[in-house]
């Protein structure tokens, strides 16, 4: 069963500073990394979507990377703002038998970037 | 863009009662998801349907039901609320299951009490 862990669980972090979060998944066997945020009491807002075949992406300040073979993904926010303050979560899409796209997501990331 | 409504944002109801939670997407997308999200547990998948009529267990699906009558609404039932179905109820939906591209698309959520 793919199991997906996110650390750290909580970041706290002033304004300006450039940081990672991390994710790691279990089986290798994915059509693709998702990064989500959620802001407090809200939905998820897809942020970014490496495909399997794919190392990175980018968008903005954001950069999200993917190594397979070590089941391991990297979202890296340059220069943070206070209104990146929201939870991260890391989800994969599982490629094998019918698995119809589902997600299998991580605990999430907590961020709090003060001014 | 994409939109995916649900019908309450709040809602508190009794242990026993028959609770429906709605959800409209406007993107004729082929698939849609139910999770619930809890404390220190995640979003955990509840029930799918990868077209109309259809749909498929996911993780939790014990004291849930859904429907899917059509294309664009797929409702969560709860037969007989309990108190630990006390929680925030995502709805998502995608375009399809078999792209390495397709992403999930969240509503708002439903913020449920079961007292």
């Known amino acids: 069963k793919q199991e997906v862990t996110q650390i750290p669980a909580a970041l706290s972090v002033p304004e300006g500073e450039n940081l990672v979060l991390n994710c790691s998944f279990t089986?290798?066997?994915?059509?693709?990394l998702q990064w989500f945020r959620q802001d407090p009491g809200k939905g998820l807002t897809s942020l970014l979507l490496i495909q399997s075949s794919q190392r990175e992406q980018t968008s903005g300040r954001l950069n999200a990377s993917l190594d397979k073979s070590s089941g391991r993904s990297t979202l890296y926010i340059a220069a943070s703002q206070p209104g990146d303050s929201a939870t991260y979560l890391c989800?994969?899409?599982?490629?094998?038998?019918?698995?119809?796209?589902?997600?299998?997501f991580g605990q999430g990331t907590i961020l709090t970037v003060h001014p | 863009d994409v939109k995916v409504t649900q019908s309450s944002r709040y809602l508190v109801k009794r242990t026993g009662e028959k609770v429906f939670l709605e959800c409209v997407q406007d993107m004729d997308h082929e698939n849609m998801f139910w999770y619930r999200q809890d404390p220190g547990l995640g979003l955990r998948l509840i029930y799918f349907?990868?077209?109309?009529?259809?749909?498929e267990k996911g993780d939790i699906p014990e004291g849930y039901s859904v429907s899917r009558e059509k294309k664009e609404r797929f409702s969560l039932i709860l037969e007989s609320a309990s108190t630990n179905q006390t929680s925030m109820y995502l709805c998502?939906?995608?375009?399809?299951?078999?792209?390495?591209?397709?992403?999930?698309?969240f509503g708002p959520g439903t913020r449920l009490t079961v007292l």
């Open positions: 998502a939906s995608s375009l399809s299951w078999d792209s390495s591209t397709d992403t999930q698309y």
């Open positions: 349907s990868y077209d109309v009529k259809m749909k």
């Open positions: 089986d290798s066997a994915i059509y693709n």
């Open positions: 989800a994969v899409s599982y490629a094998g038998g019918t698995s119809y796209g589902k997600l299998t």
